[in-house]
């Protein structure tokens, strides 16, 4: 018999009120590891009335103790590292070095907020007027919310709650339903740092309790990271109900090479970005666009590196890439592949051949596509999975119009020695995040993380000085304390 995975409310283990439940898998063997419980709008109206309660108090804490429950909330992330890596990798298939690497990135966070008494500074000026005095404060909202993607369960829980809850919000955390123990353990281990119950609450399920977060009028935030088309329905059902959205959608990240990029390094950069985590990461490389001149040896090397590549269960230290998050996924993706061979693109690596397909597991090789042209659906759409498709352009402004045209603005990349171009193409290009000779350009934390176009909806980017401002209130204080002269005035007050 398997395992439940219930929720967390209150600062415990709580049982679900639905008799629903979804399976977790072991991606690496195909095998049901776990049930999840499928919470409805009994179990989010407990874990709201939780946070309610304990707004009253957190709120209320000196940032200097919220502080100190993060730094102690960082020692058990660290000394914990093992135990979560583990968990990333039993239920999403990560191998443990990308496990260990998307940890460290949420790590990050927390490191971040551990100044939360300094980025919660507001402003102050002095005899703005005669005898008065001008400030501003940042304070918390109330009861916040989050649903997060399976592709990242440790990493992007820790893009959202860390920061509210350091801002002085309370928090319930939904995370996917395909891979929810590692956002569990992460509960666990910030109550064991000293959080007072009921500050965060993690609910687990489907789009049933999703609806009932967007709905619940308590609740004052909605932060979601997944595909377009729900990060749009999520940004127009909450922000209807009046609430603070960040939704960030999907990706086509672009790859430009010019012809003086250093062909060895960049296809090295390229197959990383492209393959790892089995492509589900939403600023994975998935389109190379090259100028005709190095297309053909970068086509090449892409295709050697990417057969050299070890796929294989993540929990076995040898494996570079591990198998996809579902069966149901897998079979998506191959019938992109078919997609792309039925639309006349060049299949150079076929994932679908690949002797890996044939063992447990939701496996899949990688696969290389070149001739690929912008009215292809795999070059369109977001795949989110170990496919890269090379398109060919004549230079480099045929480049950035491509870019510059896709639906998508995420993530972009550009492979170059020449620092003209490199400025020009930072300045022209129209895509959130950019690298120059960088393939995964993910902003440190103490930046800000969001795409243009229709890889973001809502008002704010995830993380850094954006995340503090989208958790926090500011109110504007003008005081003034002189003796009453006894006298009325009317007029609109000036500066005197």
Known sequence: MTSIINHWINGELQPSASERYGDVFNPATGEVSAS????????????????????ETWSQTSVTKRAQIFFKYKELLESNREELIDLITAEHGKVAADAAGSLQRGIEVVDFVCGIPHLLKGEFSEQVGTGIDCYSTRQPIGVCSGVTPFNFPAMVPMWMFPIAIACGNTFILKPSEKDPSCAMKLAELLQEAGLPKGVLNVLNGDKEIVDAILDHPSIKTFSFVGSTPVAQYVHEKASANGKRVQA????????????????DQTANAIIGAAYGSAGERCMAISVVVAVESVADELCGLLTKKAESLRIGPGNEPENEMGPLITD?????????????EDAGATILLDGRDHEVTSKPGFFLGPTLF??????????????????????????????????????????????TNQGSKAREFVHSVEVGMVGINVAIPVPLSFYTFGGWKDSIFGSSNIYGMDGIRFFTRTKTVTARWVDDDGSINLSMPTVK
Do not use: C
Not at 373 to 400: Q, T, W
């Open 36 to 55: 999840v419980s499928m919470g409805n709008s009994d179990d989010l109206e407990k874990a709201v009335e939780s946070a309610s309660k304990a707004f």
């Open 248 to 263: 960030l959608g999907g990706a086509k990240n672009h790859a430009i090479v010019l012809e003086d990029a250093s062909l």
């Open 328 to 340: 149901d996924h897998k079979n998506k993706v191959i019938d992109y592949i078919q997609q792309g």
């Open 370 to 415: 070149d001739h690929v042209n912008p009215e292809m659906s795999i070059y369109k759409e977001e795949i989110f999975g170990p496919v890269l498709v090379v398109l060919r352009v004549k230079d480099f402004n045929a480049a950035i119009k491509l870019a510059n045209e896709h639906q998508f603005g995420n993530g972009v990349a550009i492979f």
